[in-house]
């Protein structure tokens, strides 16, 4: 069983209201029969769509570690936001025995090589959501790596 970024699938969740569906990921289910459950942390943290981007100065280990915050631009601090939503995903992945998870890389909470850490573009680092279930023995791919 997989978790997978419901924006990766066509489902219009990513914070400008858009999708970031990929064929790629698509086939890769479809060819392997692949149970999967779609995820957006950011909606199940309970954040609207669409909604202002957010960035994570000092990664999603910080956040998880109370140490760093996510800024949503006009909003603020929304750490307790993007916590819940990967509170929730991990919920799933347990309930589900979830051993892999394919996430939306560039994502604050879902990226888990680069990330926002600025408004200006992507560095590198890991997302919130994916950083606590990799701390739970998740593996976490991107769209790029399957």
């Not at 957006?40 to 570690?65: A, F, H, M, N, Y």
């Not at 888990?112 to 976490?140: H, M």
């Given at each position: 069983?997989l978790i997978?970024?419901?924006?990766?699938?066509?489902v219009?969740?990513r914070?400008?209201g858009?999708?970031?569906k990929?064929?790629?990921?698509?086939?890769?289910?479809?060819?392997g029969?692949?149970?999967?459950i779609?995820?957006c942390?950011e909606?199940?943290?309970g954040?609207?769509?669409?909604?202002?981007?957010?960035?994570?100065?000092d990664?999603?280990?910080?956040?998880?570690?109370?140490e760093?915050e996510?800024?949503?631009?006009g909003?603020?601090?929304?750490?307790?936001?993007?916590l819940r939503?990967?509170?929730?995903t991990?919920k799933?992945?347990?309930?589900f025995d979830?051993?892999?998870a394919?996430l939306?890389?560039g994502s604050?909470s879902?990226?888990?090589?680069?990330?926002?850490?600025?408004?200006?573009?992507?560095?590198?680092?890991?997302?919130?959501t994916?950083?606590l279930?990799?701390?739970?023995?998740?593996?976490?791919?991107s769209?790029?790596e399957?």
């Amino acid at each position: 069983m997989l978790i997978v970024s419901a924006c990766l699938l066509g489902v219009n969740c990513r914070y400008d209201g858009e999708n970031s569906k990929s064929e790629r990921v698509l086939k890769f289910l479809k060819k392997g029969n692949k149970k999967f459950i779609p995820v957006c942390p950011e909606q199940l943290g309970g954040l609207p769509t669409p909604r202002s981007p957010s960035i994570l100065p000092d990664g999603g280990e910080k956040v998880l570690d109370g140490e760093g915050e996510v800024i949503m631009r006009g909003w603020g601090d929304v750490s307790s936001k993007f916590l819940r939503g990967a509170e929730e995903t991990l919920k799933l992945a347990k309930i589900f025995d979830v051993d892999k998870a394919i996430l939306k890389s560039g994502s604050p909470s879902c990226g888990s090589k680069k990330i926002p850490k600025d408004f200006q573009g992507k560095s590198e680092g890991i997302g919130v959501t994916a950083a606590l279930i990799q701390r739970n023995g998740i593996e976490v791919l991107s769209e790029k790596e399957i």
